[in-house]
């Protein structure tokens, strides 16, 4: 066979050859802005040109911090296509978390959305390798900033060579992208994604198994741009000349609403928070969201009863994924194999309430304190991956070592399987409450918790007993429209009939909101912190 | 990323894992034969242990000469699952390119259907590297046969290692499959094919946007396994955990139906000829095709009447697709676009009825007499190909100058590609008919012809002329309801309004078959040889 390899623009230049009259559509603050691809694609090179003409080398980073839209997905193509490498930069990261990664990925340039210009200003001072600034605005003129040199995005372009050619003389597995991801405790820590690895994962979106993203999709990616490459999805749609819809700046569930509505939109993906705050929306409103074929769920476990809702009072398939910075991040996604299609509505819901099976090219052990555990829906394990879409390390970080061991990546996730191959996400292995030598499953509770009707979002933790070394504490936030109606024993009777008993939390605890990272995930390590002695206190 | 290659074997070990309960169903000689996944996966690590044990090395090729169903399939697996390469033989070459293929590849072992001993018997005294005949027979005792040493396919099975594990430290770009393909003159060449290559492929068929192949399908592969790997499908539909039938030998239109109806299936791929006999047999019997959901097409052109007859008549979703034994071999495939759907039926028909465009992963271009083509649908050009799944040479041949130049494989199809990207095939380039400095497509002509009611079949062939250099000749097989009740002059009148009067045929002659090449397509050389003077011998 000729040895093409995979790389990413050429994903781009299908786009320009055969989908030029096809279209991006990104909300700006300025308004709804439409671009073809044949634009898309000119635009690209010409960021591409002036970023070689900004000093930019093969194998170097150029941050991005930035929104979904054009302008971004361009920077997706531009960078890897002079041979450097697109750093996304996850916005929501502390500033000295962000001057951290900026400086541990030696980005040359940064390129960043007018609005978000505060966040670099005030870590200026510690950026230590980033040559230029360049400022993406709907305006025609530079704002004013303490940042030097700077640059204005548009008119970077308008010197740009139209017609320049991508990189083609590069290996596969170079660098074509990377992005930290949130350590429990320290710096973020660098996943490096080849181009190899992207081009995999695309396909592997495109499998009518697994998101069946195509030509004749609307798609709008919700999760940002500046984590995990919007899950793959930019990339993918742009090779499929699929429709993007890009949701811009500080999005709200309305707008969300609207978006679908207005364009149609057939394909969505964003963590649970997202779809909750939708579920909201729409109950509130009167939106027509007849488009939307299924909605990609992730990041973590999505509430039953948020499913359920979705697909039996609003027609919209919502398809449980899983995956993790370190994977791209499509693993596990949740699809009834044909001979499932015809059990019960509740037994359908129940396998699709789980994260799902293993894509096709990845692949997958479990590992419970005995070795690989039984395919039975009930022995607990910790789940490893491994496959051309799985990083093998954390960038130039000793971290390494604890996620990554023998050609395996250690997920840090519990998981069941059933004798299906379908995999239930059970818990963090940090986040499992070890109670007496047994374990018991937050997000199991969680989940039982979220499926009462006054409740809106719940955690359950692990607070420390001396007894039982560990003993589980929720924290619920009650809906507006419950708050101070509802009381501990109420939840107490709702939940008895369904765990046994030594799984019921010591305590039920009513809060206003609850943390979460910089992803929308909880930060259940703030509440660990805050509540480390609440049963010791009460005893 | 993690440096995992992409194996062919891998693709089984998600079927056993995942999709144990899925079938495989099998037509043989005695019936119908079903195995699960569980069982094709034993049997397989079975077969593997097996080759091993008579001695195949890593990199020795394993030849097959057999008909579609379960054993077949399980060579698929079991000869690149100890990194042996697959080399399907193509029972309909003549004996002697058999023999030639045989002792080209140097294959070590022969896998043979029992009904096809006569054949290798027949040139058993020229074979000279093949040290086992291993008969693939569905009967307890091996049959009588002159060829030695020989062994019986189940008896090698019972003894084998059911948890046999398959290669896995081997180079992705190592070969795992080979085919040769039928040249004009001369013996045939070899394809070899890579694990990358399959994988790839393999992915490319899961595609939403393109077959869309799924674990939701029941597969009918009617290409032979002999020929291009069945164009990819067994490897692809195990990986997905696809339910599988496999038709088995001398299979009939009327088999073909009765399959289809009997097994629900929903996807099947073949040649123009085996869809033109279904046509015709669905025509005469009652059967329940609903199941279908698409045909693929391919191998060359299928007349617009065909597929029209397939979409109205019998609402049969018909897939016009295009490839090689050089491209693995899906390249094309047609499909329209979503802003096309809204076009008249006798549009969509139109677009749908030419070849279609690229698959995402590989690369073409088309060049005509000066350099590139303009994407008009008027000029025409050879087709040249590029990607990761096409060959970069024919296997120790020195016609491998020919067609593989620069980097790319020079297809020998002369095409035009539309403003939308969508290729048409106009001939090859051999098959042209050069008339006083302009080109004719023999395959618009035929196609025309295939439109009339009374015509089955029709091929076109350039004749020399003194004058012209070239004209051509159309060759007509009238449908038995019509033979000798339809003249020339009618035919004549039917093809003017359709073309330029210099397009029209010489002359038009009325043939009881036209002959026929292994695989199905139009001998058009053994007509050229028949009729190089009938232009001359008139005048």
Known sequence: MMNVPLLVPTMLERA????????????????????????????TRRLASALEKLGVKKGERVGTIAWNHHRHLESYFAIPGIGAVLHTINIRLAPNHISYIVNHAEDQVLLIDEDLLPLVESVKDELSTVKAFVIMTEKDSLPETRLQPVYHYEE?????????????????NEPAGMCYTSATTGNPKGVVYSHRGIVLHSMALGLAD????????????????????AWGMPFAATWFGTTQVMPGPYFTPKIIAELIQSEKVTISAGVPTIWLGLLNELEQGNYDTSSITRILCGGSAAPKGMIKAFETKYKIPFVHAYGMTETSPLVVLSRLKSYQENLSDEERLD???????????????VIGKDGDVAWDGQEMGELLLRGPWIASEYYKDERTTDAFRDGWLYTGDVVTVDEEGIIKIV?????????????????????????????????????????????????VVLKDAYKEKVTKEEIYDFLKPQFAKWWLPDDILFLDTIPKTSVGKFLKRALRDQLKEHLTTQA
């Open 16 to 43: 320009e050859k055969f989908f030029p009259k096809k279209q991006v559509i990104s909300r700006t603050a300025e308004g709804k802005k439409t671009h073809t691809y044949k634009e898309i694609g000119e635009r």
């Open 156 to 172: 970077l372009l308008k010197e740009g060579n139209p017609s320049f050619e991508f990189v083609t003389d590069i290996d596969e």
């Open 210 to 229: 697994c998101s069946g993203l195509s030509e004749n999709d609307v798609s709008m990616p919700v999760v940002p741009m500046f984590h995990v490459n």
């Open 351 to 365: 396998i699709r309430s789980k994260q799902g099976s293993l894509v096709p090219g990845v692949e997958m052990k």
């Open 427 to 475: 818990d963090r292995t940090k986040d499992l409450v070890k109670s007496g030598g047994e374990w018991i499953s937050s997000v199991d509770l969680e989940n039982a918790l979220m499926a009462h009707e006054a409740i809106f979002e719940a955690a359950v933790i692990a607070v420390p007993h001396e007894q039982w070394q560990e003993r589980p504490i929720a924290c």
